[in-house]
């Protein structure tokens, strides 16, 4: 049985702590033991729910259940800055994110597991989606948006699980909370982007900033609506997929956590390194201090 504790400071002996933010039923995973709900408060306002700590295949991880126990949170009402702030406040260096998407091509079928590279931002929510301004400018790398070392291990273990996986793939951020129109879909599908998804551009360019290794296992629910010959999607066929997924889902993260390294040095860990642009001078001490977690290496 989970119990609380207080949020606080962590020691730096302590280990660098693994991320997963997926669905409710993500983190009863078999092995996840010595678990603590933590509440943890941030200057972006609250996460979406209180974060699991624990320990799972060895390691220390973080689980958020992104749309918080009982799904109560829409795709829009993601607060990605508090979500993502409040993983690096309790140490976590990679994320892996397990969600679900729709197919926009036919060799992706419900069930798959698609490891996008790229993402294309269909959303109006840029400024919830970066930690700057108020003083801090930054302009971080983003071509290739997901943490490459990171993916290429889901990739292996994905594939030594049985699992049906797509190397590579972009990924279409839509916002929601309405499925896509068949309009939409269709001209998604034409010019040849892969899956198509509401939550995880938000969570990779936050992680990028707070120099969190990201990587996505997108898993396929449905075709959207863009392939005539099939049903198009609903709420029943997603959740029933879901939770077929989610089996697969929990193998795959508790295989591949062993095996990310214990040090935080891939070049996603110093994402910031040449990226803010203001004279360190001139940074604003309210803003320093809501960042802290971010900046404390450059302070």
């Known amino acids: 049985m989970a119990t609380k504790k207080k949020s606080g400071s962590r020691s ?12 409710s039923g993500l983190y009863h995973i078999e ?23 624990g320990t799972l295949s060895g390691r220390e991880v973080v689980f958020l ?28 260096q990679w994320i892996i994110s397990v969600s679900a998407v729709g197919s926009l091509q ?31 400018v930054a302009h971080i790398a983003f071509a290739d948006p997901v943490c490459e070392e990171l993916r290429q291990l889901l990739l292996a273990e994905a594939t030594a699980k049985g699992a049906k996986v ?15 129109t068949r309009a939409e879909s269709i001209s998604n599908h034409k010019a040849g982007f892969d899956v198509i998804g509401m939550t995880n551009l938000g969570e990779a360019k936050c992680a ?33 997929n879901l939770k077929r997924n989610a089996e697969t889902a929990k ?24 990226a803010i642009m203001t004279d360190p001078k001139a940074w604003p001490k309210k803003t320093v201090a809501e960042l802290k977690p971010l900046l404390v290496k450059y302070l």
């Open 208 to 240: 990028r900033e707070a120099e969190i290794a990201y990587a996505t296992m997108a898993m396929v629910t449905d075709y959207d609506c863009w392939k005539v010959d099939e049903a198009h999607v609903t709420v029943e066929m997603v959740i029933e």
């Open 31 to 53: 092995g996840f033991t010595n678990q603590k709900w933590v509440k943890v408060k941030t200057p972006f306002g609250s996460p979406s729910d209180e974060l699991l700590t």
């Open 12 to 23: 730096n002996t302590v280990p660098a702590r693994i991320g997963i933010i997926g669905g």
């Open 251 to 274: 193998r795959v993260v508790a295989g591949v956590i062993p095996k990310i390294p214990k040090a935080a040095t891939w070049p996603c860990h110093s994402a910031l390194k040449n």
């Open 106 to 136: 036919a060799r992706y079928k419900p069930c798959d597991i698609v490891l996008p590279d790229q993402f294309l931002d269909r959303t109006k929510q840029s400024l919830n989606h970066t930690f700057f301004g108020r003083g801090i």
């Open 65 to 92: 259940p992104r749309h918080a126990r009982g799904h109560r949170i829409l795709p829009t009402e993601l607060n990605h800055r508090a979500n993502i702030w409040a993983m690096k406040q309790l140490g976590v």
């Open 166 to 180: 797509h190397d590579g793939g972009t990924y279409v951020n839509m916002e929601g909370p309405a499925f896509s």
